[in-house]
């Protein structure tokens, strides 16, 4: 089955993360923690923790995160955790990586398994979709 529909970032708040041992390397990393707010066929919200490496003036680097979502697919309600990442080379996303994480499922949506992707339109807008099975 699958689930798609657009969202929206409400918060994005910088961490503070410290590192130990320090190592220096040539981009740094950042932690933020997020909220998204679905609409669609993928509706609700989730609440992400955001980890990158990112140089804003070349456009390269790569993310992490890992999602905790509340809402419906399909018309079917209740949460489970995802993970998605990309790397950026100056150009078009590249190695992106999207997994529903198994067993974390819970009410309608217990047994979720899965994939997806998350796209970002020349427009802004944010798109998402879940490819999974109960």
Avoid: C
């Avoid at 657009?6 to 220096?24: G, H, Q, R």
């Avoid at 955001?50 to 790569?62: C, E, P, S």
């Amino acid at each position: 089955m699958r689930a798609s529909g657009t969202f929206t970032v409400k918060s994005f708040v910088p961490a503070e993360l410290t590192i130990d041992p320090v190592v220096e390397t040539a981009l740094p990393v950042g932690v933020a923690v997020m909220e998204k707010q679905f609409e669609g066929e993928a509706e609700g919200r989730s609440a992400t923790v955001f980890t990158g490496v990112y140089d804003q003036a070349a456009g390269v680097g790569t993310y992490l995160a890992m999602e905790s979502f509340e809402g419906a697919l399909n018309g079917r309600s209740g949460a489970f955790n995802f993970v998605h990442s990309m790397t950026t080379a100056g150009g078009d996303p590249t190695d992106r990586f999207f997994l529903i994480v198994p067993s974390s499922g819970t009410g309608e949506l217990a047994g979720i398994t899965g994939a997806g992707g998350l796209q970002v339109d020349a427009d802004g807008t944010h798109r998402i979709w879940f490819d999974y099975e109960l």
